[in-house]
Structure formats: structure tokens, C-alpha cells
């Protein structure tokens, strides 16, 4: 079987908008209503089988705490993929996110490849960003963009199989 190709992929994004939920989900299967709120970032690991090839993820979750703003391009440096995430019961992490992608484009990785992901999408009784407005921004600036929950698993393991597939693979 192939050897894994690694990659380091950073999660950015407002505060308890579901990072470390996606996460979890797409490394362990599992979702906690009352998920602990992450210190700095936390790193994991998880493997994408793409083809003939094997995608490795290293994965860092960071905090989305103001006073852990300035931590993150430590966390974005030499990053090959990042996502983004708002929650789209929240149109304030939406602009947020909105940010962070800029930031990234300015600073991050020539060719990073970014993904916009709309968080929380079993909550659309309380949606206040529309699908189309993110669609349309996400394709204006070039990036992948993915409406996920963690909750029900869905699209979760479809936004990192996309960013496996824009990645270099020689
Ligand atoms: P982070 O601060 O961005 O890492 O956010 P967390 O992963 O800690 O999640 C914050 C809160 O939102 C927790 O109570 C999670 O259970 C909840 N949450 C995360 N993702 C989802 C989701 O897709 N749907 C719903 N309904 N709740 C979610
Ligand atoms: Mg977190």
C-alpha cells in the first residue's frame, strides 16, 4: 500500500463555532454537545485514502480566543490547507471568517488550499447567513466552500476529501 503524504492543515475560525467539533468528528466519529473549549490549539492526525495515494492530515485546532489571535500564524505558517469556519446560525463569525481568509491569501502559503466551511447546518431553523451569499463569496476568491455539521457527520468527511483532492500530490 502507498505511502501516506503529509500535509498540515490549520482550522481557523471564531469561538465556538464547531472547529474542534469537525475535528473530532472527522478523526474520531464522535460529537459532544457540551465540547471543551480549546487552550492554544490541539494536534491531531488522520489519514485520507485518495486513489492510489494516501492523504495524511496534521491538523491543528486553534483556539479562536481573541487572546489567542496573535498565536496564529504560528499555525497557519507553512500550512498546505486551512478551513475556515463560521456558523451559519451567526452572521458576525461569518464576517470573521471572512477575515481569516484574507489573512490567509495575504500571509499564509502560496498555493494554500482553503476551504470556507458553513458550520452547524442542522441549526437552519436559526440560519442568519444564506447558503447563496457564502456560495457566491467562496467563488469569487477562489476557495472551497461546504455547508458541514458536526452533529449529523454532514459533509464533514467530503470538505476534507475535497482539499485532499486540490492538493499536490508528486
Ligand atoms: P470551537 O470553539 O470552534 O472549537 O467550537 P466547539 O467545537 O468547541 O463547539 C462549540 C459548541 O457548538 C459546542 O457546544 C458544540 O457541541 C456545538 N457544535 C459544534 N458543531 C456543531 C454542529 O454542527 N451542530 C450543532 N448543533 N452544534 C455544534
Ligand atoms: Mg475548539
Known amino acids: 500500500s502507498a505511502k501516506p503524504v503529509s500535509f498540515k492543515l490549520v482550522l481557523l475560525g471564531e469561538s465556538a463555532v464547531g472547529k474542534s467539533s469537525l475535528v473530532?468528528?472527522?478523526?474520531?466519529?464522535?460529537?459532544?454537545e457540551y465540547q471543551e473549549s480549546t487552550i492554544g490549539a490541539a494536534f491531531l492526525t488522520q489519514t485520507v485514502p485518495l486513489g492510489d495515494a494516501v492523504i495524511k492530515f496534521e491538523i491543528w485546532d486553534t483556539a479562536g480566543q481573541e487572546r489567542y489571535k496573535s498565536l496564529a500564524p504560528m499555525y497557519y505558517r507553512g500550512a498546505a490547507a486551512a478551513i475556515v469556519v463560521y456558523d451559519i446560525t451567526n452572521y458576525d463569525s461569518f464576517l470573521r471568517a471572512k477575515q481569516w481568509v484574507k489573512?490567509?491569501?495575504?500571509?499564509?502559503n502560496t498555493n494554500i488550499v482553503i476551504a470556507l466551511a458553513g458550520n452547524k447546518s442542522d441549526l437552519s431553523d436559526k440560519r442568519k447567513v444564506d447558503f447563496s451569499e457564502a456560495s457566491a463569496y467562496a467563488e469569487d476568491n477562489g476557495i472551497l466552500f461546504?455547508?458541514?455539521?458536526?452533529?449529523?457527520?454532514?459533509?464533514?468527511?467530503?470538505?476534507?476529501?475535497a482539499i485532499a483532492r486540490k492538493l499536490p500530490k508528486d
Open 146 to 161: 461546504l455547508e458541514t455539521s458536526a452533529k449529523t457527520a454532514q459533509n464533514v468527511n467530503e470538505i476534507f476529501v
Open 103 to 108: 489573512e490567509l491569501q495575504r500571509q499564509g
Open 24 to 32: 473530532l468528528r472527522f478523526v474520531r466519529g464522535q460529537f459532544f
